[in-house]
C-alpha cells in the first residue's frame, strides 16, 4: 500500500532563517505530488504541484520554492523565512491528479 | 465570487440529528467532486466522492447539482465522533492546471451529547 511520511511535525523558526521541508511518498511510481499551505482559520492554499522528476508548477507567487530531486521525494524551501510564512504546510500526492492523500502536516511558526 | 465557497457554520448539533452542508462553485466545466474531513490540527481525509446520480455511504449522501452548481453532503444519526471541519473540494474549478483541486473553507461541525 502507498504511504506518505512528511516530517517535521512541528517548527519554530526565527524571521530571516532558511526552510526546508521533506516529502516522500512509498509504494508507487511517478505520483503526482503537492504542496498546500493552510493558514488558520483559512482554506487550503495550493502552493506548487509536480507532475514529474524536475517538473515544478507554480499557484501563487511568494517567498518559497519547491524541488522534486527524486520521483518519490518533493521539498519545499525558502532561503529566508517571513512572518506570513507561518501556517500548517501539508504534501500531498496523487496518482491520477484526482483524489489527494496528505501527509500528517507540519506547523510552522515563524517568529 | 470564490472558486468554491462553504457556509463556515459552526454547526451545532446534538447525537442522533441530521445535519446537511452545502457548497457551491464557480466553474461550471469542473469535473469532479469530492468532501473530505479534517479533524484539528491533522491532515484532510478523504470522506467520499461526489457523483452525478449522488451516492451514500453508511450515514452519509453526497449529492451533485450541476445546473444550479451545488454539492451538498447529508450526516444522518449524528454522532459525536463526527465533529470535524468538512471541507468540499472541486477540480478542474480554476480551470487552468492539471489534478488542480479547489478547497472550500470548511464547514465547521460539533456534535454534542
Known amino acids: 500500500s502507498q504511504t506518505i511520511h512528511q516530517w517535521p511535525a512541528t517548527l519554530v523558526q526565527p524571521v530571516g532563517s532558511p526552510l526546508s521541508l521533506e516529502c516522500t511518498v512509498e509504494?508507487?511510481?511517478?505520483?503526482?505530488l503537492y504542496w498546500y499551505r493552510q493558514a488558520a482559520g483559512r482554506g487550503l492554499q495550493l502552493l506548487f504541484y509536480?507532475?514529474?522528476?524536475?517538473?515544478i508548477s507554480s499557484e501563487v507567487p511568494q517567498n518559497l520554492s519547491a524541488s522534486r530531486p527524486q520521483d518519490r521525494q518533493f521539498i519545499l524551501s525558502s532561503k529566508k523565512l517571513l512572518l506570513s510564512d507561518s501556517g500548517f504546510y501539508l504534501c500531498?500526492?496523487?496518482?491520477?491528479?484526482?483524489?489527494?492523500?496528505f501527509g500528517s502536516g507540519t506547523q510552522l511558526s515563524v517568529l | 465570487r470564490k472558486e468554491v465557497e462553504q457556509d463556515p457554520g459552526p454547526f451545532n448539533v446534538p447525537e442522533g440529528a441530521t445535519v446537511a452542508f452545502n457548497c457551491t462553485y464557480s466553474?461550471?466545466?469542473?469535473?469532479?467532486f469530492f468532501w473530505y474531513r479534517q479533524d484539528c490540527r491533522k491532515e484532510p481525509k478523504l470522506l467520499m466522492s461526489?457523483?452525478?446520480s449522488g451516492n451514500e455511504d453508511g450515514r452519509f449522501t453526497a449529492q451533485l447539482n450541476r445546473a444550479s452548481q451545488y454539492i451538498s453532503l447529508l450526516i444522518r444519526d449524528s454522532k459525536l465522533s463526527d465533529s470535524a471541519t468538512y471541507l468540499c473540494?472541486?477540480?478542474?474549478?480554476?480551470?487552468?492546471?492539471?489534478?488542480?483541486?479547489?478547497f472550500g473553507q470548511g464547514t465547521i461541525l460539533t456534535v454534542h451529547p
Open positions: 461526489v457523483y452525478s
Open positions: 500531498a500526492w496523487s496518482p491520477t491528479g484526482e483524489k489527494l492523500f
Open positions: 466553474n461550471s466545466a469542473s469535473q469532479s
Open positions: 509504494g508507487t511510481s511517478n505520483p503526482n
Open positions: 509536480s507532475v514529474g522528476i524536475g517538473q
Open positions: 473540494v472541486v477540480n478542474g474549478a480554476g480551470g487552468t492546471s492539471y489534478g488542480k483541486l479547489t
